[in-house]
């Protein structure tokens, strides 16, 4: 999936309490936020901007069941059919026995499903390298980069960044593509969420 | 004010002094980017020797033979089964806190996770030892994995606890370490954005798999670390509760109770709070942490140690009850002579033990000693060494008098390749965490971050409106602010 | 919220047709059962009398009910303990159902005392003297299992339930009256509540977690011993209290009462009653596994009774894996997620099952060792029930109509309301 050379208007943010309302207003002024990268998970974030919610959790669930289902029904095979083994006097199908490493299967599956596919999805891996927009995005600055068409006025977009209380605005050119983000069609648009 | 989250000024706050984001970056990562001091190298060089010590008393054990230990008849599980129950016992406080306590918002984990969670990787590894080397041949260890083979097709024993135990000690070693790290990767890319030297720069850039910091990856992050906690709870009372099936599938007196699955998970959660104070004490002082490990954080793990420390005393004493009211000869004579009896051989270990885990931990009742720095380190200690005993009490005087007078076996006491053995998984267990704490985030910077403002001390004194306020007009501003 | 609380005309409805269709069950078993005749001796031909089915009802009803509006207690206490804020909004809820606890408290103790003085040695085998002298392990026990030690330590714990209980609620309702706490006095006033809470954890051990369950309910079967019994027992009821709390508070929400409450306090009680029917499930796991594993008879015949065996299926197998349906599997397949716990009517409809499904639990507990292969589940039996549930809404309707139903002056109050899960 490559894609070309775009350009995005970045400015930074040193407070949530400043970014909501930043965030808010560049949508409703009808930017497309290409993302806005934290230090820390910022609870409500994902709803100001308009992200669909994750299905991660139903991927584990699904997962958690096909470790159940392996666990069992190796197990039922290997001492019912393959090779029964009288233990104890127990039954071949000694299902309370079997309980604990069932167990441990789902939870082993689901887990490691699960950050599978986290990794694939956030394109995570050793290795990997990424456009950073700011350094201190990982520190202690709110960053947001605004993707930008060919009709977007670079200046106008940075004069709004800076009314809305950025700092450090400055425009950046990036690859877009993987590594970037492929999420752009989740977000929703301001209008559509409203209703106008 | 936004107000999405706020907190009582009635509590403490979990970060204390004047922060600022940047200034709890510069608090936890700068440690990472020093040479490190003396007394790094001198412990770290203390338990790489101890490690060596430990590898030579195993190469001992696998040339000449299990025979190098004391174990005898009727004592085949002696050191080497204690030590490994007490290591996995205490391999559950880190992933109880990461887990448990995120399920339960409890705000203090924030302080404490990271390197609770290392520990349980460092003790579950230390673990693991045991079983293996006590194989005898150690080369055959394979043979636990059920794979076709040449053998008959014979499969391994699904009905054995022994082999659940593989599954569950691999499954939880596994998810640990995934739990762990995913929770490390968003701090690595901290450590990488600030890196300064070449070197730095590429392998904090491996370990951070290129993180971001994006909106939609933190709510990916979220959503995992979640769902990671919630598969983890249940996987951390099932690994010690599987454990407990070892001994409890049996019909060993003073091994058939049903009582152990929960019994024995109290008792590690109790351990596993005892070694993270042991550990967290002296790492908040050598690391000048303490503004992020405060006394609030001791005494809330001190009030953990204190329930379930009676929660395990609860056990013991149902234990006892039942055995006497069984009525079965046997198991009254487990408990009333091979435990309770002081004068019996072993009889002091049992009340080592009541006095360890049930009678010492009892002093945190009160506030004062729970907040006092060196009686909760005597206290991790004792706690540790009441586990141990526990383990001890459990395995040894079980099974060193068998249902025949003419089978009770000679007093046992390790030979000096057991305690070796068992000094070298102290030695690998401080190695691991003498060089986590040098080349990792000891504590978990984004997750600080995410408390500061509601639980920070500076922004916290702030509050004396909201908390003065009128709780009918605080729910409209918060119903207006939605 | 300045204005009482009116309980609405079907509230009352309800509680007094319970009431009155339990009584009219008591009086049809009282009349029917002959539950004051001498008991039949065991092991004589047709020994069977349904005097035996009205205590065993009797006793299962009024542990279980008792048990459970107890738990209410026991989460004001360990919330208060731990600290917790999310709960303060809802709080007055638990207090109310735990108001309940002296009424059943008492039914339970007449009960109990009529079973033990009355001589139901077919409730209670370890009370047949002459049995018991020829029987050294009922002999060895008696030490435990005797009229005068079963009384006292009964009335104990009834009464230790009762007044630190009612210190607790008196604690939260002083706050109504004090007005708004400055800091200092907020904290004296946590400190004081985590105090009672302590004491209250502390006996809550001594008597739910070891030996109330132990006297009441274990000793049906004598000889019949397992460590986990009174954990467990602890687990069903507690779950089962979690789903009572769920269900006033639903009931309040949809009256319109208890404005702070939203789906976030919903979607932690219905993670309350997730969790502990996954505990109730591991207890109940590791209980069963433990004892099929090593397959001794002194203890296999507690499974055998129920379940039986291969070759003759026991009278409760039926309900056995019942009881296994409604409270595990239906609670973690349904309750998983997130979506049902925030949903008002599921919870509510869950919060039903695990009440009926723990019921059903008790039933297994108390029946088999009792009425054997004689059990009924007819009007009689879910009379006696509705006669408790009509006390408890009576008990709890009374308490919201007395008191305000937020505890608006109670320091973490402004957490619960800015809650979010």
């Keep these: 999936m490559a894609g070309g050379i775009k350009k995005f208007v970045v400015g930074s943010f040193s407070d949530e309490a400043v970014l909501f309302p930043a965030v808010k207003n560049v949508r409703k002024a009808g930017y497309k936020i290409h993302d806005v990268y934290t230090p820390f998970p910022v609870h409500g974030l994902d709803h100001a901007m308009g992200l669909r919610e994750t299905s991660l959790h139903t991927a584990g669930f699904i997962y958690a069941i096909t470790g159940t289902t392996t666990a069992l029904s190796f197990m039922t095979w290997v001492f019912t059919k393959d090779w029964p083994l009288n233990v104890g006097g127990k039954p071949h199908f000694a299902l309370p026995a079997w309980i604990p490493i069932t167990f441990e299967l789902t939870v082993l599956f689901s887990a490691v499903g699960m950050v599978l596919t986290f990794c694939y999805l956030c394109q995570l891996s050793p290795f990997v390298k990424k456009h950073h927009f700011h350094p201190r995005a990982t520190d202690d600055l709110f960053v947001m980069a605004i993707e930008c068409t060919d009709k977007t006025n670079d200046a106008e977009v940075k004069s709004f960044l800076e009314k809305a209380g950025a700092q450090e605005i400055n425009v950046q050119m990036a690859e877009t593509g993987w590594w970037i983000g492929r999420y752009d069609k989740e977000q929703k648009l301001y209008r559509e969420e409203k209703g106008y | ?482 | 919220m300045n204005h009482q609380f009116e309980l609405p005309g079907s509230y009352k409805k309800w509680t007094w047709g319970l009431i009155v269709a339990g009584l009219l069950a008591l009086v049809y078993g009282l009349v029917m059962f002959h539950p004051f005749a001498p008991v039949a001796h065991e092991g004589e031909h047709g020994a069977f009398s349904s005097s035996t089915r009205f205590w065993a009802v009797l006793l299962q009803n009024s542990v279980y009910w008792l048990l459970v509006v107890n738990a209410s207690m026991f989460f004001i206490c360990v919330t208060t303990m731990a600290m917790g804020g999310w709960q303060v909004a809802l709080r007055r809820v638990p207090e109310a159902i735990s108001s309940v606890v002296p009424i059943l408290g008492i039914i339970t103790f007449l009960v109990l005392m009529a079973i033990i003085w009355g001589g139901r040695t077919d409730i209670y085998h370890w009370l047949d003297k002459s049995a018991v002298a020829h029987d050294k392990i009922l002999n060895g026990k008696s030490g435990f299992l005797n009229a005068k030690f079963y009384t006292i330590w009964s009335a104990i714990c009834i009464i230790m339930w009762w007044l630190l209980g009612r210190k607790m609620r008196s604690l939260s309702l002083d706050t109504d009256k004090s007005g708004p706490m400055d800091h200092e006095t907020s904290k004296r006033w946590i400190w004081k509540n985590t105090v009672w809470a302590s004491l209250y954890t502390v006996f809550f051990g001594l008597s739910v977690a070891s030996t109330a369950p132990w006297l009441w309910l274990m000793s049906i079967d004598p000889h019949w011993y397992s460590t986990m019994y009174s954990w467990y027992t602890f687990a069903s009821s507690f779950v089962a209290g979690m789903s009572l709390i769920a269900l006033f508070v639903i009931f309040l929400k949809n009256r319109g009462q208890l404005e702070y409450v939203t789906e976030e306090h919903l979607h932690d009680v219905g993670k309350f009653m997730f969790a502990f029917s996954v505990f109730w499930t591991y207890l109940w796991f590791s209980q069963y596994m433990l004892i099929w594993y090593s397959n001794q008879p002194e203890e296999t015949k507690y499974f055998i009774q129920r379940i039986g065996t291969a070759g003759q299926p026991g009278p409760y197998k039926g309900i056995f894996f019942f009881n296994l349906i409604v409270n595990f599997l239906c609670p973690l397949l349904i309750l998983m997620k997130r979506g049902v716990k925030r949903n008002w009517t599921m919870v509510t409809v869950m919060a039903v099952l695990i009440i009926f499904g723990h019921w059903i639990d008790f039933y297994q507990m108390v029946m088999p060792g009792t009425v054997k292969e004689h059990a009924e589940m007819m009007p009689f039996e879910f009379g006696i029930a509705a006669l408790f549930i009509g006390l408890i809404m009576w008990g709890a309707g009374r308490y919201f109509t007395k008191n305000a139903l937020v505890a608006k002056n109670h320091p973490f109050l402004k957490e619960s309301i800015i809650h979010h899960t």
Excluded at chain 2, 157 to 178: E, G, K, M, Q, R
Excluded at chain 2, 239 to 245: G, P, R
């Design chain 2, 1 to 482: 004010m936004s107000l999405l989250k706020y907190e009582s000024q009635q509590r403490e706050p979990l970060v204390d002094g004047n922060k600022d984001y940047h200034q709890v970056t510069e608090d936890i990562i700068s440690p990472i980017e020093m040479k490190p001091s003396k007394l790094w190298y001198i412990g770290f060089y203390i338990s790489v020797s101890l490690l060596l010590f430990g590898v030579y008393s195993v190469y001992r054990e696998v040339t000449y033979g299990i025979g190098q230990w004391n174990l005898n008849k009727t004592i085949g599980w002696g050191w080497d089964i204690t030590n490994f129950v007490w290591w996995v016992g205490i391999g559950h406080a880190g992933t109880l806190i990461s887990a448990i306590l995120l399920l339960f918002r409890q705000g203090w984990r924030t302080g404490v996770n990271r390197a609770a969670e290392a520990m349980t990787i460092f003790a579950v590894m230390c673990a693991g030892q045991f079983p293996i080397w006590h194989m005898g041949r150690v080369w055959m260890a394979f043979f636990v994995l059920p794979y076709p083979n040449s053998r008959g097709p014979l499969w391994v024993n699904f009905n054995s606890p022994l082999l659940w135990d593989v599954f569950a000690i691999s499954t939880y070693f596994t998810v640990s370490l995934l739990f762990w790290y995913s929770g490390l990767i968003p701090d690595m890319a901290t450590v990488r954005d600030r890196a300064k030297t070449k070197l730095r720069k590429l392998l904090y850039g491996i370990a951070s798999f290129g993180w971001t910091g994006s909106t939609k990856h933190w709510q990916r992050h979220e959503s995992l670390s979640l769902v990671l906690a919630g598969l983890s709870t249940p996987l951390v009372l099932s690994v010690h509760t599987i454990v407990s099936f070892d001994f409890a599938t049996s019909i060993v007196p003073g091994w058939h109770t049903t009582i152990f699955p929960p019994y024995f998970v109290a008792g590690a959660i109790f351990s596993g709070f005892a070694m993270v104070q042991t550990l967290l004490i002296v790492v908040r002082k050598v690391m000048g942490l303490q503004d992020y490990i405060t006394l609030g954080h001791i005494e809330a793990m001190n009030k953990v140690i204190v329930l379930t420390g009676s929660i395990v005393g609860c056990a013991y004493l149902t234990e006892l009850f039942i055995a006497w009211y069984g009525q079965n000869p046997y198991e009254w004579y487990a408990f009333s002579q091979n435990r309770a009896n002081l004068f019996s051989p072993y009889g002091w270990s049992y009340w080592l033990m009541m006095f360890c885990n049930v009678v010492s931990p009892q002093l945190f009742w009160s506030r004062k000693l729970r907040r006092n720095i060196t009686v909760t380190f005597f206290m991790s200690i004792v706690v540790n060494i009441g586990m141990w005993y526990e383990r001890f009490v459990i395995i040894v005087t079980s099974i060193y008098r068998d249902f025949l007078p003419s089978s009770w076996s000679t007093y046992y006491s390790p030979t000096i390749w057991e305690i070796g053995f068992y000094l070298g998984t102290f030695g690998l267990f401080f190695t691991c965490f003498f060089l986590f704490s040098k080349y990792f985030p000891v504590i978990a910077v984004a997750e600080i971050k995410s408390i500061l403002k509601t639980s920070g001390e500076n922004y916290k004194v702030k509050m004396t409106d909201i908390e003065k306020a009128d709780a009918e007009k605080f729910y409209h501003e918060v119903e207006h602010a939605h």
